[in-house]
C-alpha cells in the first residue's frame, strides 16, 4: 500500500538485496524490473501507472556498468542494494543504498 512521505512523495514499494534494475517502456507505460543474484535469475517487476509515461531518476545507486537497449536500459549495480521506489508527480525516483557484506 502507498503511503506519503513527509516531502509529498509517495512510495511505490522497497526492495531488498537487489543485484541491478531494468528501465524499460512498452506502448504507453514504463515499468522497472528488479533483478537479483544467485544460480537462478529472477526478477520482480514494479509496474507504474498505465496510460502515462513517467520521467525515472536512479540516484545513489553504486552501479558498474550500464546497458542501453531500445527500448529498455540494464543497470547492474557494484554489489547487493536495498532500493526504495517513489513517486513524486510525473517522476519516479529510484534511490538505491549498498549492502554490506557479511564478514
Request: aromatic share 6%; net charge negative.
Amino acid at each position: 500500500m502507498a503511503r506519503e512521505a513527509a516531502t509529498g512523495e509517495e512510495l511505490i514499494t522497497e526492495i531488498k538485496n537487489a543485484a541491478g534494475i531494468i528501465l524499460a517502456v512498452t506502448e504507453n507505460r514504463n515499468w522497472l524490473e528488479v533483478f537479483f543474484e544467485g544460480d537462478l535469475m529472477h526478477t520482480r517487476t514494479v509496474n507504474l501507472p498505465t496510460g502515462r509515461l513517467s520521467d525515472i531518476y536512479v540516484e545513489e545507486v553504486p552501479h558498474k556498468t550500464t546497458v542501453y537497449e531500445h527500448p529498455r536500459t540494464m543497470i547492474f549495480f557494484s554489489g547487493r542494494c536495498d532500493l526504495r521506489i517513489t513517486r513524486d508527480g510525473e517522476r519516479v525516483i529510484v534511490l538505491g543504498a549498498a549492502v554490506e557484506a557479511a564478514v
